[in-house]
C-alpha cells in the first residue's frame, strides 16, 4: 500500500506519521507543499502541525497551497484523504469536509489522551475494527468542532460523524467533551466517506511506550481495509 | 546625538566604565559604538559580576564534548550520539509581557540548540510566580504557560518537565527559566568560532525590526514604578519563522558549507558578530544597508541593537553562498550577504557608504569589565527544637490533604495539559514524574531531563541550598533509571551589589560546584541573572539546576506510581526528622527559621549509584526520590498515580510519627519491590552501606498509618489535582 504525507513548512507531525505508516507496512512518500503531483497514493496524509504559521484562520492558508489542489482532485476522484489535527483544519478549509473548527472552549491548548467512540463502521477507515471505543490522544488549540443546524441534520442524516468524544465505557456526555465541540464531535466523514478528518493523533500512540497502544489497532486495521 | 558621560549612564554604563571606554578607543565614541559598548558590557552579556565566581565550577568530564562558552553544551551519549543542552532566563521580559516574554524565551533557547547542529527533542522550563494571593500572579502564569505553549507547540518540540513555584519574594520580579535539549551526531557538531579571512558573513532569517532594542540592558537593572515604560524592549516571536529557520539550518548543516554559526539573541547583531570573531580572533565588516529590515529608516543604532527574533549569523566558505541561498528561499527567509571576515581583529560597520563604528573586538570582549563584588558570608541558622505541644493535636492525614493542596506540591496538570508533550513521538516519560524522559529517535536509547531549584533552603543558607539543588536533580534523574552526566544552570538572583545577594550568589555557586564535582555532574552550560528586584525587593536566590541523564535502555525506565497490591514499600536513606525549612514546619507550624537539611555528599552519591544497582537488576518496581513534604507526601504522589493505597507502618525510630513522615531529609527515595525480591535488595542495600527502613505494603484505594488512621486515595488526589485548577478558574 502507498501513501503521502503532505508536509507544509509548519507541519510538525509530518515525520511522526511517516514512522507510523511505515511501522505497519504503509510504503510512505514525503511529499512537499510546493510539489504540484501526487504521487501515486492509495492514502493521503495531511498532517498536524501549524501549515503556515496558523496565524490567519488555522489551516486557511494551507487549503490553497499548491499540492492542495491535486489533493482535493485526488479526493473528489474516490481517493482516501485522511487530515490529523492541523489535517482536519486544512480540511475543513477545502470544503472537502463540512463545518469549522474554532477555538477550544477554554481557550486553552489541550495535550492529553481521551476516548472516541466509533459512531459508523461502514467506511474504510473503521471497517472491521472489533473495539467500539479507542483510547486516543489529542494535541490542540483549535478542535472546537461547529457547523450550522443544516449542515449537522445533513451530516447526521448521512452518518458522517466519524468519531465522538466519550468515556472509557463509550458514554457520549458533555463532561467527556475537551474542546466544546458540538455533539462532541471528533472526526468526520465527508458525504462518500473517503475523506476523514479528526483531531486525535492515531500516530502518538503506536506502542506500548508511549501514551498507549491504540493506535496501532486503527493502523493496522486501515491497511488490511485498503488490500 | 553627541555622546557623553551622561548618555552613557542612561545606557546603564557606569562612569567609570565609560572612561574606560574612552581610554581603550583612545577617544570618545560615537553614538553607535556607545550602543555596542552598553550592549556588551551590561550584566546580562558580559557576565561582569558573576565570570570571576563560574570560573570554580567543574566543567569538564569524561562526557563532556563542550562545556561552558559556546552556544551550549554538549555531552556524549555513546554511538556518535551527542546531546546539546542549555538553560537559558527570560524574567525581566516576562515580568512586563508574560506571553512575549516566556515565548521568546523558549524560542531563543532552542535556537541556541540548533545553532550547534542539534535537532531540539524536548523542552523543560522552570517558572516561579508570586504570591497566589498577589493581584498579578493569576495573569502572569496564564500568560507564561500560554507564551511557553504557544512558541514550543507550534515548534513541534514536546516540553516533558518543568517546576513551577510561589512565593511572595517573586511578587514583583517572576522567574521563567527555559530548558532545551537537541540531539546531534558528534562529528557535525557546529560552533560559533570563526575562521578564514574573506569569508562571506551571512545574515538569514527574520528581517530585523525595532522590537527589543536594549532588550539585554533592560535585564541587567532593577525594576521601578516605570516598568509599563519598559513594553517596548521586549521582543515578539514568531514561532513559524523559526521553525522554518530550524528546518533550514538543519538542511544547510547536512552539509559542508558552513565555517561558524551563531544565533542573534541577546544583544542582535552586535553580540553574534562580536562572539564570532573573538572566538576566531578574527575582525568583521558589516555593510548595515545589506541587513534585511522590517521597518523604513532604521539607523545603524537601531539595527545593531534590535532583538528581533528568529535571526542567525553564518560564517560560509566561499563559493557556497548560492547554494546556501536556494535553501533559505526553499523555507521562505531572508538571506544576506553582509560582510566578510577581515584580518583587522576589528568590528567595522558601514551605513550609507560612511563607517559608523570602529572596535577593536578584544576592547569588547576581553577588556570587558569584571567585578570582584563585595559579599557577606551567610551564617548558618540555629537549629530549632520542635515542641511536642505543637505537634500534638496534629492530625496526619490532614496534615498530609493541606500539603498535597499546597500550591508548591499540588498537581500542575491544568500546566502541563497546555504544552504538547508527546509531538515528535519519542516521550515515554511525561510531565508529573521524577524526570521527563524521551528516546533517542530509532534506537533503544532515552534521554532523561529534570529542571530543579530550592529557593527556600538558598535563601535559609546558600551554601547547602547549592549543594541540595544539584543533589535533588542527581536523584530526580536516578528515579527514573537514568545515569546522570551533566547539569545546565540558570542562577536567579537579585543585585550583585548589594553584598546579602552577592554572597547569596558567591555561596550557591560554591555549593553547586561542589556538589556536581563530587557527584561527577559537571556544569556544561548556564546562564546568570541577576538584578530580578523591584526597588530594594530581591528575589529568594534561585540558581534552577537543570539535569541530564542517559538510559541505556528504554524499557528499563522507571515510574513513580504504585504497581501492584502486595508489593513492598522501602525507604532508602536515613530519615533524621529534619523540620526546619520543610514544607511542614513553613505551612504548618508557620515557622520561617532555621536551617534547611544538610547535605552529606558522599550519601547522596552511594545511595543514588546503589539504587541504580537495583534498577539494573530488574528489582524496582517503582521509584520516588523524597522531597517537599518529606516521606508521607512522596508515597501519597506515588499512591495517587498508581491508584493503589499503602499500609504505613512507621520503623521503630527514636523520632516521632510526625517528624519521621514529614521531615526534609535529603539522600532518600521510596522504592517498591516485589516481595519474593526482598532478600536480594536488602542483601545489595546492606553490602553498599545503604541505611533503609521497611515502609509498608501496597494495598487497595487507601492509606492506612499504623492501622489507625486512614484514607481514600481519591481523596488524596482530589486535594492534589483542586488546587490549580480552582485558581485558575475563579
Known sequence: MKSSVITFPGSNCDRDMDVALKKFGFKNKMVWHADAELP???????????????????GSMASKSKIMQSVINFANSGGMVMGICNGFQILVETGLVPGVLLRNKYLEFICKNVFVKI????????????????????????GNYFC??????????????????CDENGKIEDQFNPNGSIKNIAGI??????????????????????????????????????? | MIVNEQVAVDHGLKKDEYAKICELLKRTPNITELGIFSAMWNEHCSYKSSRLHLKKLPTKGKKVIQGPGENAGVIDIEDNDAIVFKIESHNHPSFIEPYQGAATGVGGIMRDVFTMGARPIANLNSIHFGSPQHKKTKNLLRGVVHGIGGYGNCMGVPTIAGQTSFDSSYNGNILVNAMTLGLVKKDKIFYSKAAGLNKPVIYVGSKTGRDGIHGASMA??????????????????????EKLLLEACLELMAGDSIIAIQDMGAAGLTSSSIEMASKGNLGIEINLNKVPCREAKMTPYEIMLSESQERMLIVLENGKEEQAKKIFDKWNLDFAVIGKTTKSKKIELYFDEEKVAD????????????????????????????????????????????????????????????????????????????????????????????????????WAHPLTGGKQVVCESFRNLISVGAKPIAITNCLNFGSPENEENMGEFVE???????????????????????YNQTKEEGIKPTPAIGGVGLIKDYKNMITLDFKEVDNLVLVIGKTEGHIDQSLFARTILDEKNGPPPEVNLFNEKNNGETLLKLIDNNLIKSAHDVSLGGIITAVAKMCIKGKKGININKPKYLINEIEYLFAEDQGRYVIEINKKDFKKVADILNKNAVHFDELGTIIENEVYINDK??????????????WLINYMSK
Open chain 2, 709 to 722: 488512621t486512614k484514607v481514600t486515595i481519591d481523596e488524596l488526589s482530589t486535594s492534589n489535582k483542586s
Open chain 1, 189 to 227: 466523514f465527508n458525504k462518500e466517506k473517503n475523506v476523514l478528518g479528526m483531531m486525535p493523533h492515531p500516530e502518538r500512540m503506536i506502542d506500548t511506550s508511549l501514551s498507549g497502544e491504540d493506535g496501532s489497532l486503527f493502523f493496522k486495521n486501515l491497511i488490511n481495509n485498503l488490500k
Open chain 1, 148 to 165: 450550522t443546524n443544516d449542515q449537522l441534520k445533513e451530516i447526521e442524516d448521512n452518518n458522517q460523524i466519524a468519531i465522538n468524544y
Open chain 1, 40 to 58: 501515486k497514493s492509495d492514502l493521503v496524509v495531511l498532517p498536524g502541525g501549524f501549515s503556515y504559521g496558523d496565524y490567519l484562520r488555522c
Open chain 2, 359 to 458: 572596535i577593536p573586538v578584544n576592547t569588547l570582549v576581553e577588556n570587558s569589565p569584571m567585578y570582584d563584588r563585595k559579599w557577606k558570608k551567610a551564617k548558618l541558622p540555629k537549629k530549632n527544637k520542635i515542641k511536642k505541644e505543637d505537634i500534638k493535636h496534629l492530625k496526619i492525614i490532614d496534615v498530609l490533604k493541606k500539603i498535597l493542596a499546597n500550591p508548591n506540591v499540588c498537581s500542575k496538570e491544568w500546566i502541563w495539559q497546555q504544552y504538547d508533550h508527546t509531538v515528535m513521538g519519542d516521550t515515554i516519560q511525561k510531565p508529573g514524574g521524577d524526570a521527563g524522559v524521551v528516546r533517542v529517535h530509532g534506537t533503544d536509547k532515552a534521554i532523561a531531563a529534570s529542571v530543579d531549584s530550592s529557593a527556600v533552603y538558598c
Open chain 1, 119 to 142: 459512531n459508523d463502521k461502514k467506511n474504510k477507515y473503521f471497517k472491521n475494527v472489533d473495539n467500539e471505543v479507542f483510547e486516543f490522544h489529542i494535541a490542540h488549540n483549535e
Open chain 2, 508 to 530: 550557591c555557586v560554591q555549593g553547586i560546584g561542589e556538589a556536581s564535582d563530587y557527584l561527577k555532574f559537571p556544569v556544561v552550560s548556564g546562564n546568570v541573572s541577576f
Open chain 2, 220 to 241: 541587567s537593572a532593577s525594576f521601578d514604578e516605570k516598568i509599563e515604560e519598559k513594553k517596548p524592549t521586549v521582543q515578539v516571536g514568531d514561532p513559524f519563522t
